[in-house]
Antibody, heavy 121, light 106 residues
Framework: EVQLVESGGGLVQPGGSLRLSCAASGFTVSNYDMHWVRQVAGKGVEWVSAIGTAFDTYYSDSVKGRFTMSRENAKKSVYLQMNNLRGEDTAVYFC???????????????WGQGTLVTVSS | IEMTQSPSSLSASVGDRVTITCRASQGISNYVNWYQQKPGEAPKLLIYAASSLHNGDPSRFSGSGIGTDFTLTISSLQPDDSATYYCQQSHIPPFIFGRGTKLEIK
């Protein structure tokens, strides 16, 4: 059974840092692109970042330069290092698997349950 | 690429036919996904490549469109369909989501 389990969320002060982890099981993580998606309470979902199988990374403009996504295939995990955090980064962060059913077609077929990040003094 | 979704909310009765639309700011062929999200849960993939139904999803859900205009249709609304629905551009990053449509059952 495919599972994604996020961890590492919590309360952090503005300007602080946090590292989120996403532990994968039930599939070979090295074969898949992976994503982070976030959601502010009561609001819509926002794509945050992606990492490809070749370790190429992509970011939304709102986090570029502050967040870094990485992966450790041997540990079946992906990570999101978040630096210089702001109040507007407060959200539930979801990890998602990209099925890439065909070249150029990216869709997120499995999601974790999310981890809450709160940025507040 | 911006994804403009409408309406932002709607209320319909069991058995109704419901349509949600999504307009891309530029042509994106059929690179659109649709997701369903219920409160307290992660989004769930419904439709990929604009019109392909994800495995296990009920056949009352369908998607259509190409270029800039896309639709998600529920042919006969069921109580379990109460949720928020999101479209997503799926070709290249950033993989922008629409702002969502909250669907309530009357």
């Amino acid at each position: 059974e495919v599972q994604l389990v996020e961890s590492g969320g919590g309360l952090v002060q503005p300007g602080g840092s946090l590292r989120l982890s996403c532990a994968a099981s039930g599939f070979t993580v090295s074969n898949y692109d992976m994503h982070w998606v976030r959601q502010v309470a009561g609001k819509g979902v926002e794509w945050v970042s992606a990492i490809g199988t070749a370790f190429d990374t992509y970011y939304s403009d709102s986090v570029k330069g502050r967040f870094t996504m990485s992966r450790e295939n041997a540990k079946k995990s992906v990570y999101l290092q978040m630096n210089n955090l702001r109040g507007e980064d407060t959200a539930v962060y979801f990890c998602a698997r990209d099925r890439r059913v065909a070249d150029g077609y990216n869709d997120f077929d499995y999601w974790g349950q999310g981890t809450l990040v709160t940025v507040s003094s | 690429i911006e994804m403009t979704q409408s309406p932002s909310s709607l209320s319909a009765s069991v058995g109704d036919r419901v349509t949600i639309t999504c307009r891309a700011s530029q042509g994106i062929s059929n690179y659109v996904n649709w997701y369903q999200q219920k409160p307290g849960e992660a989004p769930k993939l419904l439709i990929y490549a604009a019109s392909s139904l994800h495995n296990g999803d009920p056949s009352r859900f369908s998607g259509s469109g190409i270029g800039t205009d896309f639709t998600l249709t529920i042919s006969s609304l069921q109580p379990d369909d109460s949720a928020t629905y999101y479209c997503q551009q799926s070709h290249i990053p950033p993989f922008i989501f629409g702002r969502g449509t909250k669907l309530e059952i009357k």
